[in-house]
């Protein structure tokens, strides 16, 4: 039987959430960049007994909270996600085991059987965000799709959607005519644009 990606795609507004990242290496800096990457206003603390250069001076760009101390259960309270990304195998997999008793979406880096959640690649152009997906398998896969939809994506999409939405604001009526006119609209334009590659 053919694999299949069953994870469930969402976008979470993590100004809203408590993120915790366990470590103050390489891979905690590397996490740490790729979530202010797309979201700067994260609320995001750190926790580990030391911090590198470069990592200290991420989070101190982004104004994230840097606690100098071991790993122990009590830093989850209050967190939503944990992200943990120690050099210690069994402190990462003890730190999924607390999470998991109290109900707190956790990723292990590189360790894809203690992940509630990954941290794919990543397309943005203004309103419009594109997440991608390889179920854990392939990092390198999901980055080169990345840099793929970055070039295809025209730098004009956001303009196009903030039109989409001031049209929309100028419909009357119920919640189902406004979903069907607006079908109509962009069927039009996805019907242009093929018919455009097809002559092409």
């Known amino acids: 039987m053919k694999e299949r990606n069953n994870l469930y795609p969402i976008?979470?507004?993590?100004?809203?959430?408590?993120?915790?990242i366990v470590g103050g290496g390489l891979v905690a800096e590397e996490?740490?960049?790729?979530?202010?990457?797309?979201s700067?206003?994260?609320?995001?603390?750190?926790?580990?007994?030391?911090?590198?250069?470069?990592?200290?001076?991420?989070?101190?760009?982004?104004g994230v909270e840097r606690i100098e101390d071991h790993y122990h259960p009590g830093?989850?309270?209050?967190?939503?996600?944990?992200?943990?990304?120690?050099?210690?195998?069994?402190?990462?997999i003890q730190i999924y085991k607390d999470c998991r008793e109290r109900d707190k979406l956790v990723n292990v880096a590189?360790?894809?059987?203690?992940?509630?959640f990954y941290m794919g690649g990543i397309?943005?152009?203004?309103?419009?965000?594109?997440?991608?997906?390889?179920?854990?398998?392939s990092p390198t896969t999901a980055k080169r799709l990345r840099q793929f939809f970055e070039?295809?994506?025209?730098?004009?999409?956001?303009?196009?959607?903030?039109?989409?939405?001031?049209y929309r604001d100028t419909l009357k009526g119920d919640f189902e005519y406004k979903v069907h006119k607006m079908n109509q609209v962009t069927e039009a334009l996805v019907e242009k644009k093929v018919n455009t590659a097809q002559g092409s």
Not at 40 to 62: N, Y
């Open 123 to 137: 397309v943005t152009k203004g309103n419009v965000k594109v997440a991608i997906s390889t179920n854990g398998k």
């Open 11 to 20: 976008f979470l507004k993590v100004r809203q959430l408590h993120i915790l």
């Open 31 to 38: 996490k740490l960049r790729f979530l202010t990457k797309s």
């Open 110 to 116: 590189d360790n894809p059987p203690y992940c509630d």
């Open 151 to 166: 070039g295809v994506l025209p730098e004009d999409i956001d303009q196009m959607v903030k039109n989409l939405n001031a």
């Open 40 to 62: 700067p206003d994260a609320q995001v603390s750190m926790v580990a007994p030391m911090f590198r250069k470069g990592t200290r001076e991420l989070a101190d760009q982004f």
């Open 75 to 92: 830093y989850l309270k209050g967190k939503h996600m944990v992200i943990a990304t120690t050099d210690n195998p069994d402190v990462n």
